[in-house]
């Protein structure tokens, strides 16, 4: 009866990728520019499970995703707890575009932080934002209610932009929302709102009256967990050069190794682990294979 051996070719292959095998990091810890640590990861399986279906690193670039569109992550203030994102269809000094609007998840670990400013440019005279509507309000009467600051010198400055300045309406038309709140629903709904384009910015950059100056863009504060607390595991991973992650029908925290095995609690371990096979393991299954290999020389 005739054996049947594996070809040639595929043994060759086996050897030429073993290297590869015991040495490749499945979770990176940068994407693009922007370097990456917990809750954020680079796919499916690192970071934090909660962040991970809202902030993805696609083609090196890190982007939020909300029911309103996708955002470029411009940069993560670890230490804050603060994430800053661009809007394409946002309004600046430098140009007006038409918007539908931002809007968070309503179970994204998200919420705006308190220094984001939100601006109403070019809205109706009727739009709801900036006329008084009766209704209940916090101190529990049925008074008239002003859904955003009129009286703020922010509009007066933007008009000064040439671009929101060609609108050519009443300073009247633009309202600013600080701090922002969106209610329940975390929406900006432009289209009910009857305002075709908004501004955000989350920093004067000292140039409080330069609004070219000023930082546009979104600043989102997230938390941990609801205590908020930084898991001393994923702390002593990050310092053994690993990364966080989860796996299993539960989530149960791991840490990805830079020789690409994962553990329960950092890499120190498996570094020791991996240099053994490497000098030990590996020489005795190079020699086998080559073995195995001379039978069809």
């Known amino acids: 009866m005739e054996h049947s051996y594996p070809s040639l070719p595929l043994l060759t292959i086996f050897l030429f990728f073993l290297p ?16 990456l640590k917990y809750p954020f990861g680079s796919g499916p399986g690192c970071g934090d499970p909660r962040f991970q279906p809202h902030v993805s690193c696609s083609q090196q ?7 309103t569109g996708s955002y470029l992550v411009t940069s993560i203030d670890y230490n804050k707890q603060v994430i800053y994102i661009s809007d394409p269809t946002m309004s600046t000094c430098s140009c007006t575009v038409p918007s539908k609007g931002f809007g968070l998840d309503w179970d994204a670990p998200f919420a705006f932080d308190d220094s984001t400013i939100f601006a109403l440019v070019d809205c109706s005279v009727n739009s709801s934002s ?54 329940p629903s975390f929406d900006m709904d432009l289209q009910k709102l009857q305002c075709p384009s908004y501004t955000g910015f989350y920093n004067f950059d000292d140039q409080e009256v330069d609004p070219e100056k000023w930082n546009y863009g979104i600043a989102l504060k997230y938390k941990f967990s609801v205590t908020d607390d930084y898991p001393g595991s994923c702390a002593a991973c990050e310092r053994s050069y690993g990364v966080c992650g989860y796996n299993g029908a539960y989530n149960s925290f791991i840490c990805n190794c830079p020789n690409g095995i994962n553990t329960t609690t950092d890499c120190l371990f498996a570094s020791s682990y991996n240099n053994g096979f490497r000098h030990g393991a590996a020489w005795l299954i190079y020699p086998l294979a080559w073995s195995v290999v001379s039978l069809f020389l």
């Open 130 to 183: 900036i006329s008084k509507t009766s209704g209940y309000v916090d101190d529990g009467s049925n008074n008239s209610k002003l859904l955003c600051d009129l009286s703020t010198p922010i509009c007066s400055l933007l008009y000064s932009c040439s671009p929101i300045s060609t609108i050519n309406l009443p300073i009247s038309t633009c309202c600013v929302y600080t701090p922002v709140n969106l209610g």
């Open 61 to 67: 670039r890190l982007t939020l995703t909300t029911h």
């Open 20 to 35: 590869t095998l015991i040495s490749a990091q499945i979770c990176q810890r940068n994407c693009g520019k922007e370097v």
